[in-house]
């Protein structure tokens, strides 16, 4: 069985991809949409963190959070959005046959098991993420540019200054800071 490493530093700062199960385009529901905004809050108000960018594509979502500084239990919030999520999600499964593992843990056919996730060192990395959060749309074929996709932090980020409403990192260099 393979033997994950975890960073455990209380106050981190994360980046994470989360991968519906067989990578099953879930989000492009607007009922499946609605209720990762509600789990994600109602997991927020149960083990806080600071969320500073997120962008929803149909079969996954990347997103940073930062842990209070007495914290660095990012699994437990993984394990809440995802179980919340299969217990109020009603619709949007396809019928698909469960494996005898997933049968055994329980598990509903919506999320992969794992997340991946990756510790930001600094404000230069963390400035990379957040782009990297806001162009992935337009890397899929999903839009154009990043202003074009709905269901992604960049508008906030345009409505607080730290991006022009045409931005696109291959064409110019963007100094910008980060935070909530």
């Given at each position: 069985m393979p033997?994950?490493?975890?960073?455990?530093d209380k106050g981190i700062t994360l980046f994470f991809t989360v991968v519906t199960y067989q990578r099953r385009p879930l989000f492009e529901d607007e009922n499946a949409r609605n209720c990762l905004k509600e789990v994600?809050?109602?997991?927020?108000?149960?083990?806080?963190?600071?969320?500073?960018?997120?962008?929803?594509l149909p079969d996954h979502l990347h997103?940073?959070?930062?842990?209070?500084e007495n914290d660095d239990d990012y699994s437990t919030r993984w394990s809440s959005?995802?179980?919340?999520?299969?217990?109020?999600?009603?619709?949007?499964?396809?019928?698909?046959?469960?494996?005898?593992s997933r049968k055994k843990r329980r598990e509903k056919a919506f999320w992969q098991r794992r997340f991946w996730e990756h510790a930001i060192r600094d404000e230069e990395d963390l400035s990379r993420h957040v782009d990297y959060i806001h162009y992935n749309p337009v890397k899929h074929g999903l839009a154009d540019s990043p202003s074009e996709w709905q269901w992604?932090?960049?508008?906030?980020?345009?409505?607080?200054?730290?991006?022009?409403?045409?931005?696109n990192p291959y064409l110019e260099e963007n100094d910008r800071e980060y935070g909530e």
């Open positions: 033997n994950y490493i975890r960073v455990r994600l809050q109602i997991t927020r108000n149960k083990y806080p963190f600071t969320q500073h960018a997120i962008c929803l997103c940073i959070w930062t842990l209070p959005i995802k179980a919340n999520f299969s217990r109020l999600y009603k619709t949007g499964q396809d019928g698909s046959p469960l494996s005898a992604s932090s960049f508008h906030s980020y345009v409505e607080r200054g730290i991006y022009e409403s045409d931005w």
